[in-house]
């Protein structure tokens, strides 16, 4: 078995190593689960939705829809901009050439189709702020800032902040496990 342990593992060899491999395991889960709550269907009602409300470009579109959801729904560039030529194909938006970019607009036939799923539904991101939204994302990103700050102490800090560090880590893993424990 001798051996068996990487260099980097927490207790062995460089701590700091050991907390940037857990701040990878942080962000890794954190990653794979935004964007994953939504609806193949949600892209193209989130646009028609914003776009009702004033022209945008591609990027305040993503930007909005992340600021709407709670930062539970990141949708890509991939996934935006498809669904705008696709609207733009079908009549329901327009495209624009303003300062280097493209801004976007209903139609009038747009206009009327949004008019038609207001009556039927709600924002495409009202779905994905569940009471699970902080499992799902502000839980993992408060978990990866805090490891991002050990590291920077690691890295950066004397032997005496290290020290605090650990201690105040000790305390929130405790304060942690305290708030399961509760009923």
């Known amino acids: 078995m001798a051996g068996s ?3 980097g593992a927490f207790g062995m060899g460089n701590p700091a190593e050991g907390i940037w491999e ?5 962000r890794s ?3 794979k689960r935004v964007g994953t709550r939504v609806g ?3 892209v193209r009602s989130a646009v028609l939705a914003l776009l009702a ?3 945008m470009h591609g990027y305040q579109i993503i930007h909005e829809i992340e600021e709407r959801s709670g930062g539970s729904w990141k949708p890509s560039a991939g996934s935006v901009y498809p669904t ?11 495209a624009e050439e ?12 747009g206009r009327e189709e949004v008019a038609g799923a207001e009556t039927s ?3 495409p991101w009202d779905s994905t702020t569940t009471s699970d939204n902080t499992r799902f994302t502000a839980l993992p990103k408060a978990g990866l800032e805090l490891a991002q700050a050990a590291a920077q102490v690691a890295r950066t800090g004397s032997a005496e902040q290290v020290q605090q560090a650990v201690t105040a880590l000790d305390e929130a893993r405790k304060r942690l496990y305290s708030i399961l424990a509760q009923d």
Not at 22 to 26: F, G
Not at 84 to 94: F, N, Y
């Open 53 to 55: 409300e004033q022209p």
């Open 22 to 26: 857990a701040m990878h395991q942080l």
């Open 29 to 31: 889960g954190f990653e």
């Open 40 to 42: 193949r269907g949600e």
């Open 5 to 7: 342990f990487s260099t």
């Open 98 to 109: 303003s300062n280097g970019r493209k801004i976007y607009a209903l139609t009038e036939a």
């Open 84 to 94: 705008l030529q696709l609207l733009a194909d079908e009549g329901l938006i327009t």
């Open 121 to 123: 539904e709600s924002s």
